[in-house]
C-alpha cells in the first residue's frame, strides 16, 4: 500500500508556482482524499502562457483532442490558481481519469468523493461547468476573472482569510474572531468605497466577503 508521503511526492513538482493558499488547499485534497482511501495525483499546476497556447491549438492547428477553450493568459493555471488532478492507481506509476472507478470499495465513485472534498476547501469544479466542462480541473481564484488577474490584481487579504479558514476548518479550526474583525473592517471600507463610486459589482463582492468571515469566526452574518 502508498504511504500518504509516496503520495504527496508524486505531486511536489506540480505545487510549485501555485498561490500559497491554492497549495495549501491542494495539500490538504491529497491528504483528506488519502485519508478517504483515494490516493491521487495532481496533473497540472501553474501553466505558462506558452504552454497555454499550445494547449489551445491541440485538436485546432494541431493533432489531437481540444481539451480547452481557454487561450494563453485567459485559463486560471496560468496565475497559480487552478490544478487538475487524476487518480493514482495502486502501482503508484499509472493513473486513471476513470470518473466510475471505486477503488476503495465503498460503492461510491472515487472521483465524486474526491470532488466532494474539493467543494469543501473551497475549490470550484469544472465538472459544474455548463458549458466547456473540464472533470479533472480545481480552481480557486479568490473572486478575481482571468482579465483581473492579466492586468495585474492580486487576491485581497480578506478574500484569502476566508479561503484559509475554509481550509482550516476540516481541522475543526475557527478563525479567531481578532484575525476575522480586522478583515471584517477592510471589507467594509470597501464596501463604502464602492458604493460611493457606483460600482454594484464591488460592493457586493465586500459585502460577501465580510459576511463569509463573520460565518467563518461564528458571528452572525449581515443582510
Do not use: C
Not at 501553466?47 to 485538436?59: F, I, K, N
Not at 468523493?113 to 465538472?127: H, M, N, Q
Not at 463604502?192 to 464591488?202: F, I, V
Request: net charge positive; hydrophobic share 40%; glycine share 8%.
Amino acid at each position: 500500500m502508498l504511504t500518504l508521503d509516496q503520495v504527496k511526492n508524486k505531486s511536489s513538482a506540480r505545487l510549485i508556482g501555485l498561490h500559497p493558499v491554492v497549495q495549501q488547499a491542494t495539500v490538504r485534497l491529497i491528504e483528506l482524499a488519502y485519508q478517504a482511501g483515494v490516493p491521487i495525483v495532481i496533473t497540472q499546476g501553474l501553466r505558462t502562457v506558452v504552454e497555454q497556447d499550445a494547449l489551445y491549438a491541440q485538436g485546432r492547428t494541431k493533432s489531437g483532442q481540444i481539451v480547452t477553450n481557454a487561450r494563453g493568459g485567459y485559463s486560471n493555471h496560468n496565475f497559480g490558481v487552478a490544478i487538475d488532478f487524476a487518480l493514482l492507481m495502486p502501482d503508484g506509476r499509472s493513473v486513471s481519469w476513470d470518473m466510475t472507478r471505486d477503488g476503495d470499495g465503498d460503492r461510491r465513485a472515487d472521483w465524486m468523493e474526491v470532488t466532494d472534498i474539493a467543494k469543501r476547501l473551497g475549490f470550484s469544479w469544472g465538472g459544474d461547468w455548463t458549458s466547456f466542462k473540464d472533470y479533472p480541473h480545481f480552481e480557486m481564484t479568490f473572486g478575481l476573472s482571468t482579465a483581473e488577474y492579466r492586468g495585474g490584481k492580486k487576491p485581497s487579504q480578506a478574500a484569502q482569510a476566508v479561503a484559509l479558514a475554509i481550509i482550516n476548518k476540516e481541522d475543526l479550526y475557527i478563525m479567531r474572531k481578532v484575525d476575522a474583525d480586522k478583515y471584517i473592517e477592510l471589507e467594509q471600507a470597501a464596501y463604502a468605497a464602492a458604493k460611493k463610486r457606483g460600482d454594484k459589482q464591488g460592493a457586493d463582492e465586500a459585502h460577501r466577503l465580510a459576511n463569509e468571515l463573520r460565518k467563518a469566526s461564528g458571528q452572525p452574518v449581515q443582510k
